[in-house]
């Protein structure tokens, strides 16, 4: 299919330059008045300028041209990772990645939205988005939402691809020009990074109502033996992972406030919101959730009853680059920010790092698992713990199709856990 080329790449490059004179003259004028005030700002609106400027001539279709969905395709990874790949009539590409969990639901599921969506414009993403969220009579639910997420970072894809601009600068631009991320121990021990996130426990997860003393003492003394190890320097999280029961959280969280821990994510199950803001309220150390709610009715109740003060969206999961956005301005009125989680694919990291280009209230990235680098053109390359914000078009990512492909097939099942001593069923 032949691809539509900009009517006037002239006038669009005039434009911009105009908007560059004006706004250097701006900020001439402010930092004249004030010894420099805005410095910071000018450093970054010279980095977006750049950005621009690099992208004025890769735009594929001017914003009024006729644009058209022609197919939706899902894909399931062995992983379990979902994939959804929408194509247009100017052959242009939007990928998306959906919740891996209920992998194979959410992929059917997905392709019952090509009834909807092929023919359609896949410009107004949000109009799109309240279609798809709205249009059935049950709302909500993580199989919907997850849908929705995959749908929607392919429509924001699609869209800065035609548009030759990165999602940040549909958003508004970029607020910083690196973004931080928290690995492994291992890479924090190789020096790639200075943050990182564990898991507490003794010689199993602390999944009993009422853990031993010596059960609480000794997965204490693993943080304090990580602790010393690493520094102070070093940021560590630690995952209670929504196992710990809150019988046992608190004694788990008090046994290692002397230690200071970047945060302790999910110390019990989300859905107890109020324990989760009993808990919050009884500890210095910062409270953060996030990965199993959905959309901002979700996280409003969260950030209401001041049950986290980290919150950390799935972008798979919560509603997309369009939820996600309006959630992160949720969440700057109450002074908290986003630690986005990731434990998926390529377009999990990609769409994530938009939005954290994009807001105010950035935390830090959970990297997920590098295996997702084997499908990718042009793997990420981070460097002393950050990623550049990416200038490239869309996502700002290329999936190799070949090497994609090969790793299609039936998805690896979740884990099932027992309690060892009576057999009954625990969360893992």
């Excluded at 062995?78 to 959906?98: N, P």
């Excluded at 230690?259 to 989760?276: S, T």
Aim: aromatic content about 8%; some cysteine.
């Amino acid at each position: 299919m032949t691809r539509l080329l900009p009517a006037s790449r002239e006038e669009m490059i005039e434009s911009i330059h105009e908007y560059q004179l004006t706004r250097r003259r701006f900020l001439g004028r402010a930092a004249a008045g004030s010894c420099g005030l805005l410095a910071g700002l000018a450093q970054i609106d010279a980095f977006a300028q750049e950005a621009a400027s690099a992208n004025a001539s890769k735009a594929l279709v001017p914003a009024r041209s006729p644009l058209k969905i022609t197919k939706l395709e899902t894909f399931i990874h062995r992983s379990s990772w979902v994939f959804v790949k929408i194509t247009t009539d100017a052959g242009i590409v939007g990928w998306g990645e959906m919740l891996k969990d209920k992998s194979k639901a959410c992929a059917v599921e997905a392709q019952e939205m090509s009834k909807y969506l092929v023919g359609q414009d896949p410009r107004p993403i949000t109009h799109h988005w309240q279609a798809i969220y709205r249009h059935g009579f049950y709302r909500g639910g993580p199989v919907l939402t997850a849908v929705l997420s995959g749908i929607d970072m392919a429509l924001w894809d699609i869209k800065g691809k035609a548009l030759g601009l990165p999602v940040h600068e549909l958003l508004g631009g970029p607020t910083r020009q690196k973004i931080r991320v928290y690995g492994s121990r291992q890479d924090v021990a190789e020096g790639k990074c200075t943050a990182m996130k564990g898991a507490l426990r003794d010689d199993r997860p602390a999944y009993k109502y009422v853990e031993s003393v010596g059960y609480v003492q000794r997965a204490a003394k693993s943080f304090q033996q990580m602790r010393e190890q690493f520094g102070p320097d070093v940021d560590i999280a630690f995952d209670f992972h929504g196992v710990v029961q809150p019988q046992t959280a608190m004694l788990l969280i008090k046994a290692i406030e002397p230690y200071q821990p970047f945060f302790v994510e999910e110390p019990i199950q989300c859905q107890d919101v109020e324990g989760m803001a009993e808990i919050a309220s009884k500890t210095h150390l910062p409270i953060a959730t996030g990965e199993r709610i959905f959309t901002k009715w979700g996280f409003r109740d969260i950030l209401t009853k001041r049950a986290a003060t980290i919150i950390q969206p799935d972008i798979c999961y919560a509603g997309g680059i369009t939820e996600l956005r309006l959630i992160a301005g949720m969440a700057e009125s109450y002074y908290v920010p986003l630690a986005p989680h990731n434990p998926q694919g390529p377009c999990s990291l990609a769409a994530s790092c938009q939005i954290a280009a994009a807001i105010p209230n950035f935390l830090i990235q959970e990297q997920g698992v590098k295996t997702h680098e084997n499908l990718l053109k042009n793997p990420f390359k981070a460097e002393k713990g950050y990623l550049p914000v990416t200038s490239a078009p869309g996502l700002g990512i290329e999936i190799d199709e070949d090497k994609f492909m090969a790793h299609v097939g039936e998805p690896a099942p979740y884990q099932r856990t027992y309690d060892r001593d009576d057999g009954s069923v625990v969360d893992w």
